[in-house]
Structure formats: C-alpha cells, structure tokens
C-alpha cells in the first residue's frame, strides 16, 4: 500500500509525464502558465474541501511548491517551472483525496455509531418491555393471591358463622326446656255386691259372692 508521501510522488511523476508529452508547438513558458493555473485550481479544490482546516501543513507546502514555479518561470526557468507546478498540483490532489478519505471515514464512524446507539436503544426498549411484562405478571399473580385470600376469608366467616349459628341454636334448644309432668291416675274403688240365694232346699249352703272393679280415672 502506498504511503501518503509515495502518492504524492507518484502522481507528481505522472503530472509531469504528461507535462512533457504536451505538443511540442506550444511554448514552454505557455506549458508552464498552464501547469500553474492547473496547480492553482487543484489546491482551491482541495481547500474548499476541507485540506486547508484538516491537512493545513501539506497545503502549505503545495503553496510553496507552487510558489517556486512561479519564481521559476518569473526567472525564465520554464523547465523548473513547470516541474514544480505539476509537483504542486499532484500534492493537492494528494491533500483531496486524503480529505475526501478521512471524511469517508468519519461518515462511516458516524454511521457505525448511529448504527450502534440504535442497537443500544432497541435493547434498552426490550429490556424495559421484558421488565414491564414482568412486572404484569407479578401484578397478576399478586391479584390472583389477593382474591384466592379474599376468597379464603370469606369461606372462612361463612364457616364461623354457620358454625355460630349451629352453636346458638344448639345452645338455644338446651336452654329451653321442656317439661312433661304425668299425674298418677287415681283409683276409685267401686264396691259391688251381689247376692245370690240359694235353692230353698239348701238354704243352709248359701254362698254370698262379693267383686270388686277398680276404674282408673285421669
């Protein structure tokens, strides 16, 4: 991979390969006014993205870079010149593209953290959910006891009060008393008599019968 610096390199060479390889018409002094206004504009792209506040030592030194072709070419080192814009230019194209991928990368870490405090917030929201249900539940058993206890209790003072009940009214039955009193029946003594005669022969042998009935009255 190469580093910040071989980039620069890589694309100066390039730049002036194809500075070199410009008609050969064209005056020097013209190829190096071009490269000029060509690294000029590449380092006010690379400023307006952001190279000046985030890559604000490698500007300035494509500024300088630009500044000594432009020296160059005041001095009629056209050849310098022109080296030295294209140097200039491909150092802030360098400066862009490494605005453009730091920018890349803190979009991504942006997006990573959004990502991130989303997924944080759903777990959150779930575990409140499963907190909520459990508590729902507890509610519903401690109601559930609640009502198996009212229900007990309930139970339980209709015992008591039947059993209250049965013990008053047992209470009541042995506290009313019932008394039968039976007379002795009196006796009346009837006393009957009765005579029989005997036959005139036998006066001597008559036989007096006495009976007795008893009638028992209440």
Not at 2 to 8: N, P
Not at 77 to 106: C, T
Not at 146 to 173: D, G, H
Not at 191 to 203: G, L
């Amino acid at each position: 991979m190469l580093t910040f610096k071989s980039k620069i390199i890589a694309m100066s060479a390039t730049a002036l390969a194809l500075g070199l390889a410009s008609p050969a018409m064209a005056g020097k002094a013209d190829r190096a006014r071009e490269a000029i206004s060509a690294a000029e504009a590449k380092l006010q792209s690379a400023d307006q993205a952001g190279a000046a506040q985030m890559l604000t030592a490698e500007q300035a030194s494509a500024r300088e870079e630009l500044n000594h072709a432009k020296e160059a070419l005041a001095s009629g080192k056209k050849e310098d010149a022109i080296a030295s814009a294209n140097h200039a230019g491909a150092m802030a194209e360098a400066n862009l593209g490494e605005v453009q991928h730091r920018k890349q990368a803190m979009n991504n870490a942006r997006v990573q953290a959004a990502h991130e405090q989303a997924a944080a917030a759903n777990a959150q929201a779930q575990d409140a959910q499963a907190q909520v249900a459990d508590a729902n539940a507890r509610a519903e058993q401690a109601n559930n006891a609640a009502s198996s206890a009212a229900a007990e209790a309930n139970a339980a003072r209709q015992a008591a009060a039947a059993t209250a009940a049965a013990a008053a009214e047992q209470q009541k039955q042995q506290e009313v008393a019932v008394t039968t009193t039976t007379s002795s029946p009196r006796r009346k003594v009837v006393h009957t008599k009765v005579v029989r005669k005997a036959p005139a022969h036998n006066s001597a042998n008559v036989a007096t019968s006495t009976t007795t009935t008893t009638v028992r009255t209440q």
